[in-house]
């Protein structure tokens, strides 16, 4: 921070400009904003203010509309959007997808898998992990998609603090995991051959999706509770778009899709298959 912008101090968000910013959140991202975040508004977008000089938060929201800075929103949104994963999170679902992993191979066909809301990367990892055991090194895709590119980076790069890898399972931690030395001491590095093997882009779910081809199993989970009923049966319906017929979709344990989709049918808790 050089002294000009260390000067600067934002005045206190008003009502109505985090109202202004909360409904630009929720038709970007889908995710409302109750008055209770408005705190929290303020505090993650205070550095932005302080970057561009700024004192009121009128002017910042104005500034997320201006075509003379067209990087802006993305990086509201990388700083307003909450990403909470870790490795091997909710443990059957990945019992499950072994299971499915043993079919596949058994069948001698690849398993295509989304990683939905990706976040860091943990998510997408622990599935490959999963399925290069059962299927190899060449019978499986796994994509990891998430509306924040700040998370992107970090999942491209695969490296993580050692704290995170206490719920891999100790053979796929061996096998895919680098232990950090020296400056990297307390960290791991997924294994060049495992990231290879997982794809992460930008994806948007509150708005139409690019081409990302069908998939056998996606994953979206504690998505869901972030946004209204509407916003969960659009978004719902898009991300089932592209799982095949007899495809399954994993949401998280909290979740349910009632009243959200008759799409798919339950055939586990939180486990559904594309009919």
Same mark, same amino acid.
């Given at each position: %921070?050089?002294?000009?912008?260390?000067?600067?101090?934002?005045?206190?968000?008003?009502?109505?400009?985090?109202?202004?910013?909360?409904?630009?959140? /929720?038709?970007?991202?889908?995710? =409302?904003?109750?008055?209770?975040?408005?705190?929290?508004?303020?505090?993650?977008?205070?550095?932005?203010?302080?970057? $561009?000089?700024?004192?009121?938060?009128?002017?910042?929201?104005? %500034?997320?509309?201006?075509?003379?800075?067209?990087?802006?929103?993305?990086?509201?949104?990388?700083?307003?959007?909450?990403?909470?994963?870790?490795?091997?999170? *909710?443990?059957?679902?990945?019992?499950?997808?072994?299971?499915? #992993?043993?079919?596949?191979?058994?069948?001698?066909?690849?398993?295509?898998?989304?990683?939905? @809301?990706?976040?860091?990367?943990?998510?997408?990892?622990? !599935? @490959?992990?999963?399925?290069?055991?059962?299927?190899?090194?060449?019978?499986?895709?796994?994509?990891?998609?998430?509306?924040?590119?700040?998370?992107?980076?970090?999942?491209? #790069?695969? $490296? /993580?603090?050692? *704290?995170?890898?206490?719920?891999?399972?100790?053979?796929?931690?061996?096998?895919?995991?680098?232990?950090?030395?020296?400056?990297?001491? +307390?960290?791991?590095? !997924?294994?060049?051959?495992?990231?290879?093997?997982?794809?992460?882009?930008?994806?948007?779910?509150?708005?139409?999706?690019?081409?990302?081809?069908?998939?056998?199993?996606?994953?979206? =989970?504690?998505?869901?509770? /972030?946004?209204?009923?509407?916003?969960? =049966?659009?978004?719902? #319906?898009?991300?089932?778009?592209?799982?095949?017929?007899?495809?399954?979709?994993?949401? +998280?344990?909290? *979740?349910?899709?009632? *009243?959200?989709?008759?799409?798919?049918?339950?055939?586990?808790?939180?486990? /559904?298959?594309? +009919?």
């Amino acid at each position: %921070m050089n002294a000009i912008e260390s000067s600067v101090r934002p005045q206190p968000i008003s009502d109505g400009d985090f109202r202004k910013i909360s409904d630009w959140f /929720y038709h970007r991202a889908g995710i =409302r904003l109750s008055d209770q975040k408005k705190a929290l508004v303020s505090g993650r977008l205070a550095s932005r203010l302080r970057h $561009h000089h700024l004192t009121r938060f009128g002017d910042y929201f104005d %500034m997320l509309h201006s075509a003379a800075h067209p990087e802006e929103p993305q990086v509201a949104i990388d700083l307003l959007t909450t990403n909470e994963t870790s490795f091997f999170r *909710e443990p059957k679902h990945f019992e499950f997808l072994r299971r499915q #992993a043993d079919e596949a191979a058994a069948a001698r066909r690849p398993l295509r898998v989304w990683s939905a @809301a990706s976040s860091s990367g943990e998510e997408a990892y622990s !599935i @490959a992990m999963v399925l290069a055991s059962n299927l190899g090194s060449t019978g499986f895709d796994v994509l990891g998609t998430d509306i924040s590119t700040r998370v992107l980076q970090r999942a491209r #790069a695969g $490296h /993580y603090p050692m *704290e995170r890898a206490r719920h891999i399972p100790q053979p796929h931690l061996k096998r895919f995991c680098l232990r950090g030395t020296g400056e990297q001491t +307390g960290t791991l590095l !997924i294994e060049r051959g495992l990231r290879s093997r997982v794809a992460f882009a930008h994806v948007n779910l509150n708005a139409d999706l690019p081409q990302l081809g069908t998939f056998d199993v996606i994953f979206l =989970r504690n998505v869901m509770i /972030y946004f209204n009923g509407d916003t969960k =049966r659009e978004v719902v #319906a898009r991300v089932l778009s592209l799982l095949k017929p007899g495809g399954h979709f994993l949401i +998280g344990h909290s *979740e349910s899709l009632n *009243e959200v989709s008759s799409a798919v049918q339950q055939v586990a808790p939180s486990i /559904y298959r594309k +009919g």
